[in-house]
């Protein structure tokens, strides 16, 4: 039974007939695993543990970083290098003393996955890379447990609960496959608003409230997509897809331990040049290299590098077969972004000396 304390404590939930003490029981007597206390991972935690949820499973190996404070609201200034589940339980146990807290100081992998997730009833992922993300899905998958996703990218954000065995898809219907390294940057490359993922982390946890709760109807079957800059909610239908490897009609992944689930969770270290030792190298005739630019067309046609080959973005993988891996590729664009994309794409398929043009041509243009 609730202490008297706890009925003060969540007295505004015992109003609510939907929860009353029957509700705030169920609330402390389930578990909610949260991959990452980062981002999405503090405002879920903070709110989950606020609300009374009894036990909470934290998993991040990371220290806290001066760059996260922007965003990561359970960490502060005198916690920074120190880990981040220590920062994320002393803020937490401040929120609620009530919440049991179990601190998991390891990366979430393929072998550790089923033994920790199986002691929880939810499962909410607050990851920010595919591998991770593909990993949560496959072991909600196996584990038949309700797994909460969320994701954050600039001004927009998104969140859904996948759960097969309650007759939605699986992340995998969404993203049947892995995207090549750097396809899509991450917050350290492309930013996050910080209020961004404080939206997007409330909604990942009212969601388990709701699941716990046994109210509401959950987003089974479609994803929520925010925009924080035309303050817009837009709701969009997620079909089952009967050809997914992981819940389709043919299954053909039959453990957690994958090409997807494996891949690394970092991008390798890119190789890069300057604008000025580009024309530097030109210059003195000694660039020794392949010169490629992957802009489009017209841009080509408005000015370029006489002794680059045009080779658009999206012809690089038809293209690819033709370049030699015995050569220097140095890759450039208008401003490094597309010309990162295929540098990635490339070293994924196998070329080992390639280097990419920072600023491209707007800055080789300033020379």
Same mark, same amino acid.
């Given at each position: ?16 007939? *939907? ?15 949260? $991959? ?14 606020? =609300? ?6 934290? $998993? ?21 290098? #120190? ?13 609620? /003393? ?6 998991? /100081? ?7 996955? &089923? ?55 699986? @992340?995998?219907?969404?993203?049947? !496959? &892995? ?15 910080? %209020?961004? /993922? ?6 990942? =946890?009212?969601?388990? $409230?709701?699941?716990?709760?046994? $109210?509401?109807?959950? /987003?089974?079957?479609?994803?929520? &997509? ?33 090409? *997807? ?19 530097? +190298? ?11 630019? %992957? +802009?489009?067309?017209? !841009? ?7 002794? =680059? ?9 038809? @293209? ?20 990162? #994309?295929?540098?990635? @794409? ?22």
């Amino acid at each position: 039974m609730l202490t008297p304390e706890e009925k003060a404590r969540y007295s505004r939930h015992l109003l609510i007939p *939907e929860i009353a003490e029957a509700g705030q029981l169920r609330l402390k007597n389930a578990s909610v695993l949260l $991959i990452g206390t980062g981002g999405l991972g503090s405002p879920a935690a903070l709110y989950l543990a606020a =609300a009374g949820v009894g036990r909470l499973g934290l $998993i991040d190996p990371d220290t806290v970083d001066l760059s996260n404070l922007q965003r990561q609201i359970l960490h502060s200034d005198a916690t920074i290098g #120190k880990s981040k589940l220590e920062s994320a339980a002393a803020r937490l146990r401040e929120t609620n /003393p009530h919440t049991t807290l179990d601190l998991h /100081p390891v990366r979430f992998t393929a072998d550790n996955a &089923i033994q920790i997730a199986g002691n929880y009833d939810i499962i909410l992922d607050g990851s920010d890379n595919f591998p991770t993300r593909f990993l949560a899905n496959d072991t909600a998958f196996f584990l038949k447990k309700p797994l909460i996703y969320g994701a954050i990218h600039r001004f927009d954000g998104q969140m859904t609960v996948f759960a097969p065995h309650l007759g939605s898809p699986c @992340y995998r219907c969404l993203l049947p !496959e &892995i995207p090549p390294p750097g396809a899509v940057p991450s917050c350290n490359e492309a930013g996050v608003l910080g %209020v961004l /993922p404080g939206i997007i982390g409330s909604l990942q =946890a009212m969601e388990a $409230i709701k699941l716990i709760l046994g $109210i509401g109807a959950p /987003p089974l079957g479609k994803i929520l &997509i925010y925009d924080a800059l035309s303050t817009s909610f837009r709701s969009l239908k997620l079909p089952h897809d009967p050809a997914c490897r992981l819940c389709g009609v043919n299954p053909t992944i039959t453990s957690v331990s994958n090409h *997807e689930t494996s891949a690394p969770t970092t991008c390798p270290t890119m190789q890069t040049i300057t604008a000025e030792e580009l024309k530097a +190298r030109l210059d003195s005739g000694d660039l020794n290299a392949l010169l490629i630019d %992957v +802009r489009e067309q017209d !841009e080509w046609d408005a000015a370029h590098i006489p002794q =680059a080959k045009l080779v658009p973005l999206q012809t690089i993988p038809t @293209y690819a077969p033709n370049l030699p891996k015995d050569t220097r590729i140095i890759i450039h664009c208008k401003a490094g972004m597309r010309s990162a #994309k295929a540098c990635e @794409y490339l070293t994924s398929l196998g070329f080992e000396n390639v280097t990419n043009v920072i600023g491209g041509m707007d800055a080789f243009q300033k020379l």
